[in-house]
């Protein structure tokens, strides 16, 4: 089975750029989450959706960052404009339920630089 | 969710036994302790999740005090693809928050 897909691997813009990173969850996974992991903060939660809804947004640094779930399979989180201090891996995971007996699975992240 | 201590890292030689401890002092009756390790950049590995009893998959067994306030991940028999940094998790609802985790260091 494919697990959770997220692309690009890596992206390296400029800063003041556009950047929109994408994941497709585990197929039946009704959860899905966006982390950023840095070495100053480590892995950090940002936001989650159940069925397509966002439920917790509380971890999304500022307003240049928006994260879509249209459908059921596909998200994205875009930073408008991008700052240096963005860059960072940032991982998508998904779970089945959005309870704590749910577990999360995390796909291979996008490596982030922004110039 | 209660906080989690870990020692920041630890080694062991391939093929021995690898017990990664996690205190949990202030844990509560209805959360669950999960590991989860993470390689080189790789995106985090589900391990193990627990409650109160001991549990055992093919990748390891938790064991889990009485009290609760301490449990043990032990990886039967280590090996080289084993390094990595392990995170000890107390959740107690649909978020994971991660701490420094531990580094394990499997040495040939």
């Known amino acids: 089975d494919a697990g959770v897909i997220q692309s690009p691997r890596h992206e390296v813009t400029e800063m003041g750029q556009e950047v929109t990173l994408r994941c497709k969850p585990i197929?039946?996974?009704?959860?899905l989450f966006w982390y950023r992991q840095t070495m100053m903060r480590g892995l950090e939660l940002l936001i989650y959706?159940?069925?397509?809804?966002?439920?917790?947004d509380s971890g999304m640094p500022e307003d240049r960052f928006s994260a879509k779930m249209p459908n059921a399979s596909f998200s994205t989180l875009k930073i408008q404009p991008s700052e240096p201090r963005d860059s960072a891996v940032y991982f998508c995971?998904?779970?089945?339920?959005?309870?704590?007996?749910?577990?999360?699975?995390f796909g291979p992240g996008t490596r982030l630089t922004v110039l | 969710d209660a906080k989690t201590t870990q020692p920041p890292s630890m080694d062991c030689a391939e093929g021995r036994a690898a017990n990664l401890p996690c205190n949990h002092s202030?844990?509560?009756?209805?959360?669950?302790v999960y590991w989860y390790r993470q390689i080189h950049s790789q995106g985090p590995q589900y391990i193990i999740h627990?409650?109160?009893n001991n549990e055992t998959n093919e990748m390891a067994s938790l064991i889990i005090t009485e009290d609760r306030k301490s449990s043990t991940l032990i990886l039967p028999h280590a090996t080289l693809r084993d390094t990595a940094v392990y995170y000890c998790?107390?959740?107690?609802?649909?978020?994971?928050?991660f701490g420094k985790g531990m580094k394990l260091t499997v040495n040939p």
């Open positions: 995971a998904s779970s089945l339920g959005g309870g704590p007996t749910d577990t999360q699975y």
């Open positions: 627990g409650l109160k």
């Open positions: 197929s039946g996974h009704n959860s």
């Open positions: 998790i107390v959740r107690g609802s649909e978020k994971l928050v």
């Open positions: 202030t844990i509560s009756g209805n959360e669950y």
């Open positions: 959706f159940n069925n397509n809804v966002p439920i917790d």
